[in-house]
């Protein structure tokens, strides 16, 4: 990468220097093409952007935004933010731009194509209301554009021309000098102007995939930086409010980050990786609301409730960033010919996302207790609610590999949070598996280093022949639980598998959390109020039910915020991050009688069929859970 880096620092050096003005762009071209971002005159929260192409051949050329970006599964669309897209040619007439389609854009007598402008309004605006109504991004993914922070996730600032896309980008930022920013890109050169207010910085991108693989983060942020071995991790936190410190989530960052790092072993792939943590202010209408996170290659943009607290925030964040960090092993080091070969504006999607999503999150939950940062008891009770989840909210007996081809269509989108469920189970089942056939001396984390070794981040590997290939590395026992389980639809037997280490399900009083019983929501929409109600599992949810709270109260509103469906989300998301200690008020309706609930919360438990331990489990079993859990 320094190389590389490098060699276009002196190829821009020597365009510079010598005033070239039109250089031609070709399909055989590396000249980059020259995007320009305005961050100094933002105005209505829009920013200005000028793509410089360089010389066409083409007599017509299109350019798009992405229609859908890697990592979400989802389309989001990202040419509906797009404004007054205008071209000219080099004698500065105007050039006819037509609209194609929501993310596509034509130019005819492009030989004279000078440049392209057009506005870009952010997307956490169009999430007023959650959302609902309309498709918008999901946040991590989405863009930014206030005073005080601007997100730039780059895809929806910058697109691509269809005949130049093996072309390099040249980024240039301009911006406040008071801003910090922070991206995994390199800053090949910048400047400051006469009365040094405003910085212009340039960047490189060697290809449009890593426009989008390297998110920016601009603005009144903090940046703390610290070292996992020898990856060099670099947080950036926004608090609208000042309310969490970059300095108090490093500490946390840090200890799991070392965890993950002695866990992966040599399974690290990057010098670099960037955590970018946007707090919302859950109180503004304009704020984001889709909580969680983005993977890239080598970073991850979170988005969560700003009025969480500390505890809950750092929990948030072990369980979120863990997941993200795994990704530099799949599908950083091992992905397919759809991934490696995306199509932003028509995709195909790989069979294996029990791979890219399901055995990331196995990983992600794996190495705490391998690790010792959460006990056994914590991790079955884990594996016991993504069970239930998975079997209660999806269809079990669907293809994995099926969904996992076909996601934006019906019925298959329905089932993507699976992969965070179900996926992390396959994981599971062939962790154990490998372990047992090998007498406790392979896993599914030395699999992955074998596959990463064969392959790598510039060598995909085929689709179709995944399955059969990890069959011939491994055992019989592995090929045939993936082609029953993940390429066929026969629902997994979890307690054969587990019963290998010893474990089995039984009844039991386990700790649960505010708006679930192991697994199950104990609310439900009230569409004719326009709310969310208690539903009849709240009589096993001991807090609620120790604090009288009935089936059918509907709640009016809790800490002061009114509760609607619009807002339900977002509210809940907080309620679910709450712990043992904190302070609440929720007042309730019960026919026409309102009920207040003031109080501080505490533990809270349900009776339900959890994993343990079997005393009477053999010497054998108990080996093999042990090379399981502890290696």
């Not at 939950?365 to 391998?370: D, E, G, L, N, S």
């Not at 019983?517 to 096993?540: M, Q, Y």
């Amino acid at each position: 990468m320094i190389k590389k880096v490098t060699l276009y620092a002196l190829v821009l050096a020597t365009v510079f220097s010598c005033g070239v003005k039109n250089q031609v762009n070709d399909l055989a071209s590396d000249n980059p093409i020259r995007a320009q971002l305005d961050l100094v005159n933002i105005q209505d929260d829009k920013v200005s952007v000028v793509i410089d192409p360089g010389r066409f051949v083409q007599d017509t050329v299109t350019y798009r935004l992405p229609r859908v970006v890697q990592g979400t599964y989802a389309v989001s669309d990202f040419g509906k933010y797009i404004e007054n897209v205008s071209a000219i040619d080099y004698q500065g007439n105007a050039i006819q731009a037509t609209q194609v389609d929501t993310n596509t854009w034509m130019f005819v007598n492009a030989k004279n194509l000078d440049k392209i402008t057009y506005a870009v309004n952010d997307t956490f605006d169009q999430e007023v209301n959650g959302g609902i109504g309309e498709e918008v991004p999901f946040s991590p993914s989405g863009t930014n554009i206030e005073p005080k922070q601007v997100m730039l996730n780059l895809h929806g600032f910058v697109g691509y021309f269809d005949s130049l896309k093996r072309n390099a980008y040249q980024i240039d930022i301009k911006s406040p000098t008071k801003f910090k920013y922070t991206s995994p890109l390199t800053e090949i050169q910048s400047t400051l102007s006469a009365d040094g207010a405003i910085k212009n910085s340039v960047f490189l991108a060697n290809r449009y995939f890593e426009v989008t693989d390297n998110p920016m983060m601009y603005g009144e942020t903090e940046v703390e930086e610290f070292m996992v071995g020898n990856i060099k991790i670099v947080l950036s936190v926004f608090s609208p409010n000042g309310v969490h410190k970059a300095a108090e989530i490093k500490e946390t960052m840090a200890e799991m980050m070392q965890a993950q790092k002695r866990y992966l072993g040599d399974l690290n792939s990057t010098p670099r990786y960037d955590i970018l943590l946007y707090l919302s202010d859950t109180k503004k209408p304009d704020s984001p609301k889709g909580f969680g996170a983005l993977e890239h290659h080598t970073s991850t943009v979170v988005v969560l409730p700003e009025q969480m607290d500390a505890e809950a925030l750092k929990e948030s964040m072990i369980d979120v960033v863990a997941h993200e960090f795994f990704h530099i092993v799949t599908p950083l080091s091992v992905h397919s010919e759809d991934v490696h070969y995306f199509d932003y504006n028509n995709p195909t999607f790989s069979k294996h996302l029990w791979l890219y999503e399901g055995v990331t999150e196995y990983f992600a939950q794996h190495f705490q207790v391998y690790e010792g940062l959460i006990d056994p008891a914590e991790y079955y009770a884990r594996t016991t609610q993504k069970i239930n989840t998975s079997r209660s909210n999806y269809d079990d007996a669907m293809s994995f590999t099926q969904m996992s081809e076909n996601i934006l269509e019906d019925p298959y989108k329905n089932n993507y949070a699976n992969v965070y469920m179900k996926g992390a189970l396959i994981g599971m089942c062939l962790d154990i598996l490998m372990r047992e056939n090998s007498d406790g001396q392979r896993s599914l984390r030395s699999l992955l280093g074998e596959l990463s070794v064969k392959y790598g981040k510039d060598k995909p590997f085929e689709d179709d022949a995944l399955i059969a290939e990890i069959t011939a590395m491994t055992y019989p026992a592995v090929g045939e639980f993936l082609n029953t389980h993940v390429v066929g639809n026969t629902p997994i037997d979890y307690d054969q598998i587990l019963d290998k280490v010893g474990l089995y399900f039984t009844e039991a009083e386990v700790e649960t959390n505010y708006i679930q019983n192991a697994g199950e929501l104990i609310l439900s929409a009230d569409p004719e109020r326009g709310g969310i109600k208690f539903n009849d599992l709240v009589a096993n949810n001991s807090f609620w039910n120790d604090n009288g709270v009935k089936p059918n109260d509907f709640i009016k509103s809790i800490n002061g915020t009114e509760v609607t469906l619009a807002n339900a989300n977002q509210i809940l998301a907080e309620v679910y991050a709450w712990n043992p200690g904190k302070a609440i008020q929720v007042a309730l309706l019960r026919g026409d009688e309102e009920v207040l609930i003031d109080t501080t919360t505490t533990p809270t438990y349900t009776k339900a069929n959890t994993l343990v331990e079997k005393p009477e489990a053999t010497v054998a079993q108990k080996e093999l859970r042990k090379a399981w859990l502890k290696g």
